[in-house]
């Protein structure tokens, strides 16, 4: 019998964290895509334990690459940006939903030099609405985003948005992953 792979570990302690932090949850969910769901996927519950994002910061950073920033939307990635930034060094971005109506009027928090190399970070990806906006906003402001990382893809149209804009999405695991896990 072959040994399983360290990313097939890595996978496992991943959603043995997730289910365990109850980040994963069945009933009757109305998504902030507006889509109906029967499972809902809160990565907050997992965040909001030091172990569990230290267990986040460790496979992202893995993955990170050579890339100039990290750059991730309020309130649900900023806990995996910064924590990511600590581990790997890298600068990082925090994106807005809604820009500032006051003082700067700025969609976002940090530097993007011209021609930066920034790496999305999500928690979430559903229909890819949010990394959408903010491939946007990173490269309105000069930044080059080729690939995004998400801690769980919902498997429901992310990845084919985001190709679309040519940005290559990233899952550290997909909610089938979570779905056979939790049978």
């Known amino acids: 019998m072959k040994a399983p792979k360290e990313s097939d570990r890595e996978k496992a302690r991943l959603v043995r964290a997730l ?7 069945f009933g009757d969910f109305t998504l902030a895509s507006g889509q109906k769901s029967d499972v809902y996927v809160d990565v907050k519950r997992a965040w909001t334990d030091p172990a569990r994002l230290g267990l986040l910061a460790e496979l992202l950073a893995a993955r990170v690459g050579s890339v100039d920033r990290l750059a991730g939307m309020e309130l649900g990635a900023v806990p995996l940006v910064v924590a990511t930034a600590l581990r790997t060094g890298h600068r990082f971005v925090v994106l807005r939903k809604e820009a500032k109506d006051h003082g700067t009027r700025q969609a976002f928090e940090g530097e993007i030099p011209p021609g930066a190399r920034v790496l999305l970070i999500e928690d979430v990806s559903t229909t890819g609405g949010s990394s959408a906006r903010s491939v946007e906003i990173l490269r309105s402001a000069g930044g080059v985003v080729d690939r995004a990382l998400v801690v769980v893809d919902r498997e429901n149209g992310a ?3 985001l190709a679309a804009l040519g940005v290559r999405l990233e899952p550290l695991v997909t909610l089938s992953d979570l779905r056979g896990a939790s049978r």
């Not at 289910?19 to 949850?25: C, F, K, N, S």
Request: cysteine-free; glycine content about 0%.
């Open 19 to 25: 289910l365990e932090a109850e980040a994963v949850r």
């Open 159 to 161: 990845r084919e948005r």
